[in-house]
């Protein structure tokens, strides 16, 4: 009952309550998204015809397995790991589970080219570490 | 003890805000002094604020309204930036907007006097009540503004990875402080201009990191140039 009383006397800043907060992880997303505009597409091939990632079933196979090798690597050849990324990959997975769309698809397949670069960033950086 | 957290918080801000001004005069970007301005007016403001807070202290009645007073100060700066940012993507898509300036001069006033006029009906005309209900209400403009304008931004193709992420900062600034100020009335928040400077803060963080991340077109677009030149060179080595 206490929320019909809130929502019939302050449904105006309900409104604004709710707007401000879908327009902020929308604004959010597309920060992320703008991040990943320009990730290198094919750098998750190259690195399968390089021998350095297995073929794996489907996007968040790749995702997983290229998040384990950062974690493995990252630290000791000073790349850093980003925390938005597996934040975006949650909100990602959670948007696929709700909507169907390619939006998602499109999205998951730039966050994992980011990946991927980083993952060839750090792989250059140690086996040649002055890089 | 929330005299010493607010004086760490505004620190971090301005520290924020020196990181963006870094960013401004290491990225040089053109056509965007405006946000160099608004971030020194910023500091300005920040550093009066906190000679009233050392003065005064946290609870005093002086740093209540000096606090309000500078935030109204910095709203407007923000809406002028915010205006200014509409101008410059009109600029780039290469269409003109004479009408801009009188309608965003013709918005703020008649989102000032509502404000007033409703502090003034509904309660007792002070600068902090007029302040905070100035600040929301121009907290929701903003976030209303720079939707429009990236919708806008998205449909005349208005070119600039760095331009999209500095109009993307603002919405997140906007955005959060309207839901904080919505939340706020919703439920009474203790503490609540902390909670403001933090999400300010934060938006400045945003803010620096578009202006300090290198834009990748300039890249792209540089690759033709490059390979131009190599076969000019090249052609021009084998004729010789």
Do not use: K
């Amino acid at each position: 009952m206490p929320f019909l009383i809130a929502l019939r006397n302050h449904w105006d800043t309900l409104v604004v309550f709710f707007s401000a907060a879908a327009f902020l992880i929308y604004a959010l997303c597309m920060f992320a998204h703008l991040r990943l505009l320009a990730a290198d597409l094919g750098e998750l091939d190259r690195l399968r015809q390089d021998g350095l990632m297995p073929i794996a079933r489907n996007l968040h196979e790749d995702y997983r397995t290229l998040s384990y090798l950062l974690e493995a690597l990252a630290p000791t050849v000073a790349v850093r790991r980003e925390l938005w990324v597996s934040i975006y990959y949650r909100l990602l997975r959670a948007g696929q589970w709700c909507f169907r769309g390619s939006f998602f698809e499109r999205e998951l397949r730039g966050l994992v080219a980011y990946q991927a670069s980083l993952y060839r960033l750090a792989y250059s950086r140690l086996i040649e570490p002055e890089l | 003890m929330f005299s010493s957290l607010m004086l760490w918080i505004a620190i971090a801000g301005e520290l924020a805000r020196l990181a963006g001004l870094a960013a401004f005069l290491r990225a040089s970007v053109r056509g965007l002094s405006v946000l160099a301005w608004y971030l020194l007016f910023a500091m300005a403001m920040d550093f009066s604020e906190y000679f009233v807070l050392q003065r005064y202290g946290y609870r005093s009645h002086a740093y209540s309204v000096c606090y309000y007073a500078f935030d109204i100060a910095i709203i407007i700066a923000g809406y002028i930036v915010l205006a200014r940012l509409v101008e410059i993507a009109f600029v780039r898509s290469r269409m003109q907007a004479t009408w801009l300036r009188r309608g965003a001069l013709l918005l703020f006033t008649g989102v000032a006097t509502i404000s007033a006029w409703y502090v003034y009906i509904y309660d007792r005309l002070t600068l902090v009540r007029f302040g905070i209900r100035l600040e929301q209400n121009m907290s929701y403009l903003g976030m209303i503004l720079s939707l429009l304008l990236w919708v806008g931004m998205n449909g005349l193709l208005t070119p600039g990875l760095r331009f999209r992420r500095v109009v993307l900062s603002f919405s997140i600034l906007y955005s959060s402080c309207a839901m904080l100020y919505a939340l706020h009335q919703l439920i009474f928040i203790p503490h609540f201009p902390l909670l403001v400077q933090i999400v300010s803060n934060a938006s400045i963080v945003f803010l620096a990191f578009s202006l300090w991340t290198a834009e990748p077109e300039l890249e792209i677009a540089s690759q033709p140039e490059v390979s131009v030149l190599a076969t000019a060179e090249t052609s021009g080595g084998a004729a010789s």
